[in-house]
């Protein structure tokens, strides 16, 4: 019994060690909890050998004085302001720094202005539950111009918000969220797990890629049951639409695009419909997100702000992807240029 005691003593001391040390220092600290973004200040993410093709070796992205990618803030900046929001394709995680889309946008539109302080606050896995609390708490504070929103993918079957754009919590969610150790041991576990649709940064080969056939009647019913979901997510960008309207900032949308879809790589010309993309295949995939791009437009018509559909305009080229989600070098290139073109008279 003095055994069993005097073990769990020694687990208590070392969980309340490890507790402090990671109140200080964490690497793996949450980005969102109790409802609050935590932004990433003054980091540097660097990873050597990043073998991933399409992609540099040698990964180094940092973060600036605010958490954002871009040059730091400062309250006495005098330029108009163009922050873009969004989920991994718009933070662009594994692109070193200034070859992420908002970036190379950035360096476009100062070709002919330095009029622009641009930044990027995407922030990997955020659906538009996530969009709206960075919105209120750390976007609007800057009093940007321009906010450029790219959203709708990470919204595909949520009922409510997702660990990465969390919510007030209460009861025991509340001290989890207070503690960092289980939270930290939850966030290596995941780290090392799927995400439910696929998005997971995980390397594609196409030609190789698992196949799920599916039929249309599957199809219909998997796009049928989302049909709810697809209106609430209009209500939360109506939301964002109105916030943006208050604080007399221009607010411009972005439709999100996939290399999936019904019909063959450019590159490669393997079939992109059967490919498997988590639970779903390649063609369900691209249906889902093009339903949530028309909510996004219809927005957009309702409201009388400008939506670029980039989906329609970006070629189903895998080598503008090296996920079937995110973009390679090439692909934010392409991007950049893209959405420099629709929206460069915006700007004169």
């Given at each position: 019994?003095?055994?069993?005691?005097?073990?769990?003593?020694?687990?208590?001391?070392?969980?309340?060690?490890?507790?402090?040390?990671?109140?200080?220092?964490?690497?793996?600290?949450?980005?969102?909890?109790?409802?609050?973004?935590?932004?990433?200040?003054?980091?540097?993410?660097?990873?050597?050998?990043?073998?991933?093709?399409?992609?540099?070796?040698?990964?180094?992205?940092?973060?600036?004085?605010?958490?954002?990618?871009?040059?730091?803030?400062?309250?006495?900046?005098?330029?108009?302001?163009?922050?873009?929001?969004?989920?991994?394709?718009?933070?662009?995680?594994?692109?070193?720094?200034?070859?992420?889309?908002?970036?190379?946008?950035?360096?476009?539109?100062?070709?002919?202005?330095?009029?622009?302080?641009?930044?990027?606050?995407?922030?990997?896995?955020?659906?538009?539950?996530?969009?709206?609390?960075?919105?209120?708490?750390?976007?609007?504070?800057?009093?940007?111009?321009?906010?450029?929103?790219?959203?709708?993918?990470?919204?595909?079957?949520?009922?409510?918000?997702?660990?990465?754009?969390?919510?007030?919590?209460?009861?025991?969610?509340?001290?989890?969220?207070?503690?960092?150790?289980?939270?930290?041991?939850?966030?290596?576990?995941?780290?090392?797990?799927?995400?439910?649709?696929?998005?997971?940064?995980?390397?594609?080969?196409?030609?190789?890629?698992?196949k799920i056939n599916l039929t249309d009647t599957q199809i219909v019913q998997r796009i049928t049951n989302e049909l709810p979901l697809i209106q609430?997510?209009?209500?939360?960008?109506?939301?964002?639409?109105?916030?943006?309207?208050?604080?007399?900032?221009?607010?411009?949308?972005?439709?999100q695009t996939v290399l999936f879809g019904d019909e063959n790589d450019m590159f490669t010309n393997a079939n992109l419909s059967d490919i498997k993309?988590?639970?779903?295949?390649?063609?369900?995939?691209?249906?889902?997100?093009?339903?949530?791009?028309?909510?996004?437009?219809?927005?957009?018509?309702?409201?009388?702000?400008?939506?670029?559909?980039?989906?329609?305009?970006?070629?189903?080229?895998?080598?503008?992807?090296?996920?079937?989600?995110?973009?390679?070098?090439?692909?934010?290139?392409?991007?950049?240029?893209?959405?420099y073109d629709e929206l460069e008279n915006e700007f004169k």
């Open positions: 019994m003095k055994t069993l005691v005097k073990r769990i003593v020694q687990i208590v001391i070392v969980f309340v060690l490890l507790e402090i040390f990671l109140q200080f220092y964490n690497p793996f600290r949450s980005r969102v909890k109790n409802g609050d973004v935590i932004l990433p200040k003054h980091v540097k993410y660097e990873l050597a050998e990043l073998n991933i093709k399409g992609l540099d070796s040698h990964l180094l992205h940092q973060k600036n004085n605010i958490g954002f990618r871009g040059s730091d803030w400062n309250d006495s900046i005098k330029l108009k302001k163009i922050i873009f929001m969004g989920g991994s394709t718009t933070e662009c995680f594994y692109l070193n720094d200034n070859k992420d889309w908002p970036s190379i946008f950035a360096s476009k539109i100062n070709e002919k202005k330095t009029t622009y302080w641009v930044n990027n606050a995407g922030m990997d896995g955020q659906s538009s539950y996530g969009n709206l609390v960075m919105l209120k708490q750390h976007v609007l504070n800057l009093k940007p111009d321009y906010v450029i929103l790219m959203t709708g993918l990470n919204d595909i079957g949520l009922k409510k918000p997702s660990k990465y754009d969390e919510t007030d919590a209460k009861g025991w969610r509340y001290l989890y969220n207070k503690l960092e150790l289980p939270a930290t041991i939850v966030n290596l576990i995941r780290a090392n797990k799927a995400k439910k649709l696929g998005f997971n940064h995980q390397v594609l080969d196409v030609e190789k890629a698992e609430s997510y209009k209500e939360r960008i109506k939301e964002i639409a109105k916030l943006c309207k208050e604080n007399n900032t221009k607010l411009i949308f972005i439709s993309v988590g639970e779903t295949n390649g063609k369900t995939l691209a249906l889902l997100l093009k339903q949530y791009n028309k909510a996004t437009y219809e927005v957009t018509e309702e409201l009388g702000l400008k939506f670029v559909n980039l989906s329609l305009r970006l070629p189903k080229d895998s080598r503008f992807f090296y996920d079937g989600i995110h973009f390679t070098n090439e692909g934010s290139e392409m991007v950049a240029s893209l959405i």
